[in-house]
T-cell receptor, first 115, second 117 residues
Framework: GQQLNQSPQSMFIQEGEDVSMNCTSSSIFNTWLWYKQDPGEGPVLLIALYKAGELTSNGRLTAQFGITRKDSFLNISASIPSDVGIYFCAGQNFNSGGSNYKLTFGKGTLLTVNP | GAVVSQHPSRVICKSGTSVKIECRSLDFQATTMFWYRQFPKQSLMLMATSNEGSKATYEQGVEKDKFLINHASLTLSTLTVTSAHPEDSSFYIC?????????????FGPGTRLTVT
């Protein structure tokens, strides 16, 4: 199936550093979501974005919905060891009158934080 | 709120046997459930969309006769891997949700690790 282009594939950083990752798509979405997955677990929703240009924060996490609707980025500030995991972006074209709620996932960014 | 459970968390089966995986929404009613498969170091790939009381919609390339999906109630969907083979070994994850007026959030289960020997 279709996938989003997510970069970087992996990052190795020191505790306290800021992190940035992004996703791009060839087609538009009306919703962008960012998930974190720990090993052997299901993804957990971090941030959901519903409007082009929207900038949303959740603690040390900040994400933006690109104005073109074809991209999104996620920033993590002052990283800590528990930020380790795989981060996935996902796009969705939710339509309350329709029936397609499918998510299209990026390939993920593996984040390693060295204490 | 919005808790989704899966059972079992891990299962090992012999080649040729069938395995059933359950997905339950514990504190909400899910009109739609989704089944994903995730191979090591890869992303989640949608297998099928399951709507309560109707037949599942399978993604291209997913064999509906091999991966049987039943969504008998608003809180339970099951995935049965029939005649499992080693290449079916994977991490299977379900998600559940219901549409709101302006959004549709999916809540993911913890996953089921299937190993076929």
């Amino acid at each position: 199936g279709q996938q989003l282009n997510q970069s970087p594939q992996s990052m190795f950083i020191q505790e306290g550093e800021d992190v940035s990752m992004n996703c791009t798509s060839s087609s538009i979405f009306n919703t962008w979501l960012w998930y974190k997955q720990d090993p052997g677990e299901g993804p957990v929703l971090l941030i959901a974005l519903y409007k082009a240009g929207e900038l949303t924060s959740n603690g040390r996490l900040t994400a933006q919905f690109g104005i073109t609707r074809k991209d999104s980025f996620l920033n993590i500030s002052a990283s800590i060891p528990s930020d380790v995991g795989i981060y996935f972006c996902a796009g969705q074209n939710f339509n309350s009158g329709g029936s397609n709620y499918k998510l299209t996932f990026g390939k993920g960014t593996l984040l390693t934080v060295n204490p | 709120g919005a808790v989704v459970s899966q059972h079992p968390s891990r299962v090992i089966c012999k080649s040729g046997t069938s395995v059933k995986i359950e997905c339950r929404s514990l504190d909400f009613q899910a009109t739609t459930m989704f089944w994903y498969r995730q191979f090591p170091k890869q992303s989640l790939m949608l297998m099928a969309t399951s709507n309560e009381g109707s037949k599942a919609t399978y993604e291209q390339g997913v064999e509906k006769d091999k991966f049987l999906i039943n969504h008998a109630s608003l809180t339970l969907s099951t995935l049965t891997v029939t005649s499992a083979h080693p290449e079916d070994s994977s991490f299977y994850i379900c998600s559940a949700g219901s549409p709101g007026t302006s959004s549709y959030e999916q809540y993911f289960g913890p996953g089921t690790r299937l190993t076929v020997t």
